[in-house]
């Protein structure tokens, strides 16, 4: 799951000539696709995702497709969700 085609996450953006990323967009774009596989290697939907961490499916929605910067805390609510998943999980395994 974790290992999601190419063509599921949001793209990067394309470097200008001097070789520059777009800062932002690079960085709405990575978050997303770190998220989109914490999330599925924790066996969780957008939905459950969201549920869990407290904010809406469509915010998470759209920071899962680069659409949006989310605030510092939103980042820590859904990190602190999967974690916490994370850490049921490892208990359950060992």
Sequence with gaps: LAQAPE???PPLPEADEAG???????????LARKIIRRR???GLTQADL?????IRPETLNRIE??????SIATVEKI???????EV???GLKA
Excluded: C, H, Y
Excluded at 50 to 54: F, K, L, Q
Excluded at 79 to 85: C, G, N, P, Q, S
């Design 7 to 9: 063509a599921e996450f």
């Design 20 to 30: 520059n990323l777009p800062a932002v967009e690079f960085a709405r774009a990575s």
């Design 40 to 42: 599925r290697a924790a």
């Design 50 to 54: 969201a549920r869990r961490a407290g």
């Design 65 to 70: 497709r680069g659409r949006s910067t989310p």
């Design 79 to 85: 990190t602190r969700a999967i974690e916490r998943l």
């Design 88 to 90: 049921d999980l490892s």
